[in-house]
């Protein structure tokens, strides 16, 4: 039988049409069956609007989620993310003209404590500018969908709070797959390229002269939170060898599991945000008390002590370069501490936490009777910067006298590096 050349193209054609759609057939299939394990999870999500249903997703299902496709699932199904229609929120990196820029407003415009949080759940922060920026389009590791979902949803950090600290490092050495840095001073950890870094998938500690161990920034502790309780809510957990795999990319079947479990885990009945015990704590500026442990630190504004292991007492301390007393709130009730009491660093004042979760502590420059904080002439910024004010601090008596000397060489040796450095 003879052919006419446009009869031939046209069986040519439909070949190939037929054989590209058992193809995509194929891997249809093929998806459905590999991904069985996130079936009941793609339906709930369908059931919700969120996406189509298990055969309609089966061929996306190995997809990586960007920023963007996370942010709009969790506008959907978490409608309590939303702020008010006509409210302007600044949103680096997703202009008023973006086609994201509402979903972007409504769920990180709704972060607790905003705006000033808005930067925990950034793609790109850079803390020593103090600027941020979002990527809609920035493909998610399975460390960046933790942290952007730990700033969402503060509960699963929460589930770790009564953590012993002394058994941090050996919890977090658990996660196999994470890596970590050991620095022999603060100092030494500023220099390191990762310092303060929330999307790195790293730990810093600080090796102690005592041998001690612990986490080198507020930051480094924030993601250790969010780790664990991510892994003990059974939200996102370490394989059977203890690997959480940080760096490889999230699958829209992963995305979708999780969402559920999160949905789940505030019982089934969407998001409701309930504050923190530390969002009710009245002063921003916070220290931290634990187990175990004695601190020193260099600050000149009031702040709130926080009682992170629920211990029963401080023991508390001060040095300055002239009388600063101490106006101390604990569970409402106020007590001023003179700066001779406090000074004597053999002798610590002794102040009962009485199950209070945290102290609030307002220092008081005597001879103006001033508050010691934000400085509103440069007379005063000079004055609160030569005070060299230090609190020492810890849960059992201790004689601060050689922490005292510790930590004027440790601040000689940071002033000396910002000299180098300048």
Known sequence: MNYSRWHMLFITVLSF???????????TTTNAKKY??????????ASHGVMQSYEQEADRLNQTVSKAELTQMIHTLFKEFR???????????????????????DVYGSIPSNPWSLNAAADQVDYSSYTFAYQPDKLLSRWDLMITLN?????????????????????????????????????AYDKWINADQL??????????????????????????????????????????????????????????????????FYGGKGYKHQPTKDELIPNGTRLFLHKGEKSATGTTGDFALVNADDVSTLYLSISAK???????????????YTYERLN?????????????????IYPILRRTGKLVGEPETDKEAEVYNNLNLAYFTSDHWTDFTETKLDFDDSQRKYEQYLKENE
């Not at 702020?83 to 407003?105: A, H, L, N, Q």
């Not at 004597?344 to 609030?360: Q, T």
């Open 151 to 187: 700033v969402l949803f503060p509960r699963m950090s929460e589930a770790v709070q009564d953590r012993q600290y002394k058994d941090t490092f050996a919890q977090a050495k658990s996660f196999k797959d994470i890596p970590h840095k050991k620095f022999s001073s603060p100092e």
């Open 322 to 336: 002239e009388p600063v007393d101490l106006r101390i709130t604990v569970n409402g009730e106020s007590i001023t």
């Open 17 to 27: 049409s037929l054989l590209a759609t058992s193809t995509v057939s194929a891997a």
């Open 199 to 264: 999307l790195t998938a790293e730990f810093g500690w600080i090796q102690s002269k005592d041998k001690s161990i612990y986490l080198s920034s507020e930051i480094d502790g924030g993601k250790l939170d969010a780790l664990l309780g991510f892994s003990k809510a059974g939200i996102m957990k370490p394989d059977a060898k203890g690997n959480f795999y940080p760096n490889q990319k999230v699958t829209l079947a992963e995305t979708a599991v999780i969402l559920q479990r999160i949905y789940n």
């Open 83 to 105: 702020v008010e229609p006509d409210k302007k929120i600044e949103i680096p990196g997703v202009p008023e003209g973006s086609t994201y820029y509402s979903i972007f407003r």
């Open 344 to 360: 004597v660093l053999d002798a610590p004042v002794i102040i009962p936490f009485d199950g209070a979760y945290y102290a609030e």
């Open 36 to 45: 069985k394990w996130a079936k009941p999870a793609v339906e709930f999500m």
